[in-house]
């Protein structure tokens, strides 16, 4: 790499240096509790992936910079630079073994956002050349086609033709003036086409007007994986460019932790402005839709079954019980994990790592964590409301060969949906037509 690229990196880690960081980095007690929080480091044992040893560069140019100890340092040459070669060493630390989870934040005794600084990190690696050839490239795709995997609204037209056939409903597209705007993450479109299926019938039953853009379809944010405050925002600012032109007041993220945490709470940041619209989970309208009596389901899941609960959704923005009340519409046998809902262990997808061929070893060991979980508890089928989650636990139920399907609970709910019942004429009414 050039000094320029190295500049650039240094330029941004300083910049992202803000109060928080040197709040958090003046507290740590390097207690270790972080370490034990990470399933990188708990099922490799490998002390590089203690969480607050990969925030070393950031630490670094802030002890060197923005601390009298550091400068005394640098002026007596006892100071510690951050190198091109750090960096790339470095960089598998920051993209391959960590999710953002955030979980070694929630337990950090004196309430280090350990995450944020990752994110923040990360900005650091991507002006210095250090990213990931699969996030690199998944973000070009974005920026290009507005896929990271480079879907083509041709290829989503495709679906919406196999779903009205299937199902016999309409698919609306460029509504304007619709209530809500659903997006889909590319994930879903190529390996869970039912999920818009499940949308479609399910708003139809409940009577929600709803639509999707040919503008903008794209939920997942690529910049926010990789860590380019600049990628970022030019994708969300596309997000809001298309629910501005159809007038929508509501915005739906899809089956995706990932997605929401990007555009209900990094977005209004990244483009300095509110939106002119509230977004939502798609857990949460399906709730909402519940508590307002509009879903009717019939029947339960006998099966054994049990959840995993996304890290942006459960533990990042709060949504826990809501898919536990949905449940309860279809199942009457489930069971939690033992750790669940904010304590839960994350997949170990997440962050960008599935996006990181390099990953894949380091990714199938960190679910051993939650392989445990899973075998503790014995479920026939798992649930989860995540894209990336769900083929993650596919991938690693398969790969230490325990039989158990995994579904979204969205289709879930979908295919317990029966006719809205009849409302009955009052006495002395015809048609329920006042006499």
Request: hydrophobic fraction near 40%; proline fraction near 5%.
């Amino acid at each position: 790499m050039s000094e320029l690229s190295l500049e650039r990196g240094l330029a941004a880690l300083r910049a992202e240096i803000d109060a928080p960081v040197a709040a958090f980095f003046s507290s740590c007690v390097r207690c270790g509790l972080c370490a034990q929080s990470c399933p990188f480091y708990l099922e490799t044992g490998d002390p590089r992936y203690t969480p607050i040893l990969k925030l070393e560069p950031l630490r670094r140019v802030w002890e060197a910079e923005f601390t009298l100890w550091g400068r005394i340092k640098r002026w007596l040459g006892l100071g510690q630079e951050v190198s091109d070669t750090m960096l790339a060493e470095w960089e598998p630390l920051l993209y391959d073994s960590c999710t953002m989870c955030g979980r070694c934040s929630m337990v950090c005794p004196v309430g280090n956002d350990l995450a944020y600084m990752i994110r923040k990190t990360r900005e650091g690696m991507v002006q210095s050349g250090h990213a990931p050839e699969g996030l690199v490239a998944a973000s070009v795709r974005a920026i290009q086609t507005g896929s990271p995997m480079g879907l083509q609204w041709k290829t989503l037209a495709v679906q919406i033709q196999h779903v009205e056939r299937s199902t016999g409903l309409t698919v609306p597209v460029d509504r304007a003036g619709a209530e809500y705007l659903v997006m889909l993450s590319s994930m879903e479109i190529i390996n869970f086409p039912e999920y818009l299926e499940a949308i479609t019938r399910i708003f139809d039953h409940a009577g929600v007007r709803w639509t999707l853009s040919t503008q903008c379809f794209e939920a997942t944010n690529a910049g926010i994986q990789i860590g380019s405050k600049d990628i970022a925002a030019e994708l969300v600012e596309r997000v809001v460019a298309a629910a501005s032109a159809l007038g929508v007041s509501r915005v739906i993220s899809p089956e995706c932790g990932h997605a929401f945490t990007a555009i209900r709470w990094e977005g209004p940041n990244l483009i300095g402005r509110p939106y002119p619209f509230r977004v939502f989970h798609i857990i949460e309208v399906l709730d909402e839709l519940r508590r307002d009596g509009r879903l009717h389901t019939e029947g339960k899941e006998a099966d054994r079954l049990s959840m995993h609960d996304p890290c942006n959704l459960a533990r990042k923005s709060g949504v826990i019980g809501e898919q536990r009340a949905l449940m309860g519409l279809v199942a009457e046998n489930f069971v939690d994990l033992d750790e669940h809902g904010r304590f839960q262990w994350c997949c170990g997808a997440g962050g960008g790592v599935s996006s990181n061929e390099r990953a894949e070893p380091l990714k199938l060991a960190a679910f051993k964590r939650k392989k445990a979980q899973i075998e503790a508890v014995e479920p026939e089928r798992m649930v989860t409301m995540c894209a990336t989650c769900r083929t993650q636990l596919e991938e690693g139920l398969e790969e230490f060969n325990m039989d158990i399907p995994v579904v979204g609970l969205t289709e879930m709910i979908a295919e317990h949906l029966v006719e809205r019942p009849a409302v009955e004429p009052e006495a002395g009414t015809e048609s329920g037509q006042p006499a």
